[in-house]
């Protein structure tokens, strides 16, 4: 399983990051994508991260603000948010991927094997 951790409340302009920790498994057999969905909208990629961490993709929507990233040797990816936003308030999930694909655009996953349990992100002053 993927554990999510960090999440909370944040004011405008300000910084998160999520983590997302395999469990009972290598992370590096996976590539890893971040979604999230906000009350009474469709769930939204937001991008991923190739096995090795050497290809990332983003969506226009968080380019320049979100990074992903991810340490095998820690068995967990992360998701840094900057100059967040009230618009980014969701839950955020991680998802991976046996296929090891990261695709530039769509769902950026060819298939989720494995989801996160999901973390609540609010931006509110």
């Known amino acids: 399983q993927l554990v999510q951790s960090g999440g909370g409340l944040v004011q405008p302009g300000g910084s998160l990051r999520l983590s997302c920790t395999a469990s009972?498994?290598?992370?590096?057999?996976?590539?890893v994508g971040w979604f999230r969905q906000a009350p009474g909208k469709e769930r939204e990629g937001l991008g991923c991260?190739?096995?090795?961490?050497?290809?990332?993709n983003y969506a226009d929507s968080v380019k320049g603000r979100f990074t992903v990233s991810r340490e095998n040797g820690e068995n967990t990816a992360y998701l840094q948010m900057n100059s967040l936003e009230p618009e980014d308030t969701a839950i955020y999930y991680c998802?991976?991927?046996?296929?090891?694909?990261?695709?530039?655009?769509?769902?950026?996953?060819?298939?989720?094997?494995?989801w996160g349990q999901g973390t609540q992100v609010t931006v509110s002053s």
């Open positions: 998802a991976g991927d046996l296929a090891g694909v990261c695709y530039p655009n769509g769902d950026y996953l060819s298939s989720v094997d494995y």
């Open positions: 991260i190739g096995r090795s961490g050497s290809n990332t």
């Open positions: 009972g498994f290598a992370l590096d057999y996976l590539s």
